[in-house]
């Protein structure tokens, strides 16, 4: 079963606006990551946070994790048309040495 | 730095048939991913191998799915018999270190059994 869930399944905004994307997880965990996915291509690795971090920024993307409501989010600002698509998140879970992905947001960005 | 190669990209097979895909990992990395994504889902992990050792095939139908990854580098993903639920795009993804950093993701397999 997946590991994480993200809210909301879809996200539609316009351009210049941000996005904010949830993404809850069931067991503890090394690290959380987000990826985005393109429609029909690969995923791509946005940003790492470990357990031991609260909060990371990478350019237009700040991700936040508390780890005691088993949570991340990821805000992406001054959205663009180009940022549309999926994102995922994906966990490491303790003891695990895997990583597990979440369901997923589909964002839509209206030029 | 060439990223993780994939081949075929499509293939289009009968139900009961049989199918395989290939991965090349970028060079170096002990980790490999192969992940099933059917649409409009997240992708589940199907197996996980460090170097040439399975970490976790839990999530592996092993009535119908075979993995194997030999000398720790290449890796391939079998199938058979396909169902129709097979239909999904496999995905493969590399890492220097298993789940503690980055996985690079291949473009895929769109498989579509019919």
């Known amino acids: 079963s997946q590991q994480g869930e993200e809210d909301p399944q879809a996200l539609s905004i316009q351009e210049g606006e941000n996005a904010t994307m949830n993404c809850s997880y069931k067991?503890?965990?090394?690290?959380l990551q987000w990826y985005r996915q393109n429609s029909g291509r690969g995923l791509v690795h946005l940003i790492l946070i470990r357990s031991n971090e609260r909060e990371k920024h990478s350019g237009r993307l700040r991700v936040t994790l508390d780890t005691s409501k088993k949570s991340s989010s990821l805000l992406i600002t001054a959205s663009r048309a180009a940022d549309t698509a999926s994102y995922f998140c994906a966990t490491d879970q303790t003891g695990a040495n895997n990583l597990f992905f979440g369901t997923g947001t589909r964002l839509t960005v209206i030029p | 730095e060439a990223g993780v190669a994939q081949s075929p990209r499509y293939k289009i097979i009968e139900k009961r048939q049989s199918v395989a895909f290939w991965c090349n990992p970028i060079?170096?990395?002990?980790?490999l991913y192969w992940y099933q994504q059917i649409l409009g889902q997240g992708p589940k992990l199907l197996i996980q191998?460090?170097?040439?050792?399975?970490?976790?095939d839990s999530q592996l139908p092993k009535d119908r799915f075979s993995a194997e990854r030999l000398k720790g580098v290449d890796s391939t993903l079998k199938i058979q018999p396909a169902k129709l639920e097979d239909s999904a795009v496999y995905l493969c993804a590399s890492s220097s270190w298993a789940g503690r950093g980055e996985a690079f993701f291949g473009q895929g397999t769109r498989l579509t059994v019919v």
């Open positions: 060079s170096g990395h002990a980790t």
């Open positions: 191998f460090q170097n040439n050792g399975v970490v976790d």
């Open positions: 067991t503890s965990i090394n690290n």
